[in-house]
Structure formats: structure tokens, C-alpha cells
């Protein structure tokens, strides 16, 4: 299996550093060529999902990404690579990859308070280290969206098919599961 890490901006060697600690093979994804590499799954990483989006956008990777995501790659998306993923953001931002019908609200807790750390059960793996920085929540999910997770009753982890977003930094954390989770899929 072979993994790819979009590597525009924010905390993707740290995404590095949890696939080399599970032994599991990356390369990075920087400019459109990149793509014509073969891959089994993508990490959006945690950073600036503006930045991110603007990037994305800028460098034509925004269009091949979503069809790959739409046509069935697993991705999992942390923190602003789950605002990535979101159909829509609350205020009416500008949406990204927008391949999953969830409403994410940015920027969330206030903008210290969103950087705080605490356990609880994800999905059917128990619980597990969660990270926030600057962290955004799910404030609505579409149909066919599982939830994963939710601290003080907010959602905080979800799945919909082929697609993991989580709001915390799992790689911050060292928590295998969320990883495990999205390699399974890589294997069906
Ligand atoms: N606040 C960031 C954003 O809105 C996300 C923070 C993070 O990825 N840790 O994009």
C-alpha cells in the first residue's frame, strides 16, 4: 500500500512521521505531476484550510482530488483537511473539495480555547487521545454520514463511504486507530 500526503502547507510531516512510525510507504503531493504517481490512500493534513484551498486551486490539484476522493480513494482529512473535505462551511465561507455532506464550522472553540487535548470512544475502537488545535467541529451531517465521534456533545470525528474526517490530530497524539482505520479500507 502507498500512501500520498498533500504537502502544500501545515503539519503534513507530522502525518510523515505516523506513516514511517507504521512502516507504511508516502510519497508527497506538491504539484500536479505529483499525481501521476499511484496511490492507495491521501492524508490531508491539519494547517490553514484557506491556504490550503487557495493552494489547491492554484496549482490545479483541487479538481483531480476531488474526482479521485469521488470515485472511491480513501482520505482521511484532520483538522483543516477535514474543512477540505466539507460540502459546506458555516458563515458562508467558500467551500473546498467539498466531497462530503457535512457542515463544518471553523475556528470552533474560540480561538485559544480550540487547542485543548482530552480522550473519548471512537467508533467501535475505543477511546482514544484527542488533540485539538484551533479545531473546528461537524455541526450537521448529511445522510450516509456515520458518526465517529463527539466530545461535550459536539461531532468531532465522521465517516461517510470512503471518506474519514476528524477534527483532532490523531498523528499528535501517536493514535494508530484513526490510520487503521482508513488502511482498511485501502484493503477491501
Ligand atoms: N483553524 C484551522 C483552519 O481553519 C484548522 C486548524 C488545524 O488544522 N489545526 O483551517
Redesign the pocket.
Known sequence: MKAAVLALQ??FAEQEHMLDEMGVEYFEIRQETDLQQEFDVLLL????????GKLLRELNLLVPLKKKIEDGLPVLG????L?LLAGELSDGEAHHLATMPVTVK??AYGRQL?SFRTTAPFGDRGEIPMV?????YIGRVGEGVEILAEVDGRIVAVRYGNQIGVAF?PELAGVRTVYEMLFERAGE
Not at 45 to 52: A, F, I, L
Not at 78 to 81: D, L, V
Not at 132 to 136: G, K, L, Y
Open positions: 501545515g503539519a493534513p491539519g494547517g490553514e484550510s484557506t491556504v490550503m484532520t483538522c483543516a483537511g474543512i471553523r475556528n480550540g485539538f488545535i484551533r479545531a473546528p490530530h
